[in-house]
């Protein structure tokens, strides 16, 4: 749990889902400026970002053409647009147990600020908000940094260390960035965990009561999950394991986990010539490893824990199911293969039981060769089956 003092959460994908309301608006402007636009999907990507940046990205408008068209979606979205909105399931239920808590909560929106004042007072959540603070009507103050940079200074007596940022696209990420403060990227709204994560978000979440336990915690419960996962879960494998493998894209060999694409994972758990494990603590994705059940052992590899979940035995407490489970197939040993210059995660295996049987040289998929070393542990039933 992080005790963030001053909370600052985007609107759009954040608190509330616009899509009908932006895209349609979006669309109405394209019409009125010769531009047929009928899939509103394809307009998604209005979401978040200032219209000044995004006019003249997907459509190529010069700064008159594109004022003309924010001129036409004000209008629309004024009208109507504003109003064709729905707010995520459980945001007003999270707002009220921060500010019970005494947290101070601001809004920090792209969006004009008198827009956010209105949508606020439709859904009738304004009065949990000390200030809402977005963009000027005359294109002034539409930056996402320069959002935060004005908050911050409305607070001088806080430290950054007690703000955070939350956001739905990288614009929230880089703006928190940029300043200075920490950052939470939200996975339910419009922006892509690759998108958040390219951002250097300091959390990704992809619900609101994930989000919930970084910013309030479970009264300090630590509930610890492990289980098998299905193919349909391979993408969160997958992701977990580029965050943590991320650490060694700049070696004198990177890991060819950096390079695997999802579909190997996917196709592997479909046919079954691999199992994945996913650890979730209180809800949220923290860990993950692969393994296969082969002869008498189980083989282990891309054992991966997010960085900012380090330190906390998240390594050891998935090694202990997968030995359980090795033991319930069957197994006698346990096994994986570490690369020899990275003492610290020999070290741990060996404190674990673990003995080196072998030092290689592996091609790696990258075409360089990498020096390895095998390690196998014995195992046997000590204690009841936990799993």
């Known amino acids: 749990m992080c005790k963030y003092e001053v909370i600052l959460f985007d609107l759009d ?16 402007a394209l019409q009125k400026l010769g531009k047929e636009e009928p899939d509103l999907d394809k307009l998604e990507r209005f979401i978040g ?11 190529g408008y010069n ?3 594109t004022n003309q068209a924010i001129a036409l979606y004000r209008k629309r979205f004024s009208q109507s647009g504003m109003f064709e909105n729905e707010l995520y399931p459980s945001i007003s239920m999270l707002l009220d147990l921060l500010q019970k808590e005494g947290r101070i909560l601001i809004v920090a929106t792209s969006k004009p600020t008198i827009f956010a004042e209105t949508i606020l007072k439709y859904f009738q959540i304004e009065q949990y908000f000390t200030q809402i603070i977005g963009s000027n009507l005359d294109g002034t103050r539409t930056s996402k940094t320069e959002i935060i940079q004005y908050i911050v200074e409305l607070y001088p007596s806080y430290q950054l260390s007690d703000f955070v940022m939350i956001g739905d696209r990288e614009h929230d990420i880089i703006g928190a ?5 920490d950052s939470i990227g939200v996975t339910y709204g419009y922006g892509s965990y690759e998108e958040l994560h390219k951002a250097n978000a300091s959390y990704i979440v992809e619900s609101i009561d994930q989000l919930t336990d970084i910013l309030i915690g479970r009264k300090n419960e630590r509930k610890q999950q492990i289980n098998l996962v299905t193919e349909d879960e391979a993408p969160l494998v997958h992701r977990l ?21 999802i579909d190997k ?8 010539t691999e199992q994945a494990i996913l650890y979730r603590l209180n809800a949220i994705p923290l860990g993950s490893s692969r393994l296969q059940l082969k002869g008498d052992s189980l083989y282990f590899s891309r054992l991966s824990v997010t960085p900012s979940a380090r330190g906390k035995g998240i390594a050891q407490e998935m090694l202990a199911w997968m030995e359980e489970y090795a033991l319930l197939n069957g197994k006698q040993k346990m096994e994986c293969k570490v690369r020899a210059n990275v003492r610290k995660n020999i070290s741990l295996y060996e404190k674990l039981g673990f003995i080196i049987t072998k030092e290689e040289e592996a091609n790696n998929p990258n075409g360089k060769l990498v020096k390895t070393v095998n390690m196998e542990k014995q195992i046997k039933r000590k204690t009841p089956s936990t799993i």
């Open 63 to 65: 700064e008159e053409i």
């Open 49 to 59: 970002p200032p219209l000044q940046e995004s006019f003249p990205k997907y459509y």
């Open 265 to 272: 994972l996917t196709d592997a758990l479909k046919n079954g």
């Open 241 to 261: 394991m580029l965050e943590a493998f991320e650490d060694y894209r700049y070696v004198e060999v990177p890991s060819s986990a950096l390079n695997e694409p």
């Open 177 to 181: 960035k940029n300043v200075g403060i």
């Open 13 to 28: 994908g954040t608190i509330s889902d616009p899509k009908e309301g932006i895209t349609k608006s979006v669309q109405y």
